[in-house]
Every structure is written in structure tokens, then in C-alpha cells.
């Protein structure tokens, strides 16, 4: 069964970057679909970005595409997220996922999760 860990969080101002670390254990890592997702105070859990087994095909949601970008790692069983001109928007718990299959952005599609990491953008 795939654990996750995410790290990397942290405060950050308008503008700057910062880089997100999710680490894999107790599963085969290049089996699984990974995935970031994020959840802001008072709202849902929404797909960010997700990249496909072999590292081959990625997918970003129209509010991050062209300033973040995810990565994966099969031999070090990690996947990054990159994140660029960050916006105060972009505040949220970021969460780390995995599912077997095919990249899709459904939450519930998401079957392995992380417990998250808090990203704090400054104005």
C-alpha cells in the first residue's frame, strides 16, 4: 500500500518560488499515477497538477499551467511540484496523491494521499 509524505511548504511572497517534495514508500512508486492537489480554507480539494508512470504525459489545471511544474523520480520514488510566480490565490494545503490507472483529475479518483503541507503566499 503507497504512503505519502509531502514537504517543501512554507511562507513565501507574491512572485517568489518554491519547491514541494512528495515521498513514496510501501508500494511499487512506478505503478502509480501521482498527483498534487491543494484545499484553501472553506473551499474543496482541487486538482492541481499530475503526471503519468513513466514521468511521460503531465496535466495542470488553467490556474497553475505555465507557472508550476510538476516532476517525478522513479528511482528516489519522489515526485516535486515547482511552483513559480506564485499568487496570494495559492494559498492552500497541498496534498500528494496517488492512484493506479490512467492521469485524471478527479479527487476521488485518488485512492493514496499524503496528510499535506501548508503553502502561505504573502501579497
Known amino acids: 500500500q503507497l504512503q505519502l509524505e509531502e514537504s517543501g511548504g512554507g511562507l513565501v511572497q507574491a512572485g517568489g518560488s518554491l519547491r514541494l517534495l512528495c515521498t513514496a514508500s510501501g508500494g511499487v512508486f512506478s505503478d502509480h499515477v501521482m498527483a498534487w492537489f491543494r484545499q484553501a480554507p472553506g473551499r474543496e480539494r482541487e486538482f492541481v497538477a499530475a503526471?503519468?508512470?513513466?514521468?511521460?504525459?503531465?496535466a495542470y489545471s488553467d490556474s497553475v499551467k505555465g507557472r508550476f511544474t510538476i516532476s517525478r523520480d522513479n528511482a528516489k520514488n519522489t515526485v516535486h511540484l515547482q511552483l513559480s510566480s506564485v499568487k496570494p490565490e495559492d494559498t492552500a494545503v497541498y496534498y500528494c496523491?496517488?492512484?493506479?490507472?490512467?492521469?485524471?483529475?478527479?479527487?476521488?479518483?485518488?485512492?493514496?494521499w499524503g496528510q499535506g503541507t501548508l503553502v502561505n503566499v504573502s501579497s
Open positions: 496523491g496517488g492512484r493506479y490507472g490512467t492521469v485524471v483529475t478527479r479527487t476521488g479518483a485518488y485512492g493514496f
Open positions: 503526471i503519468a508512470r513513466s514521468g511521460g504525459g503531465t
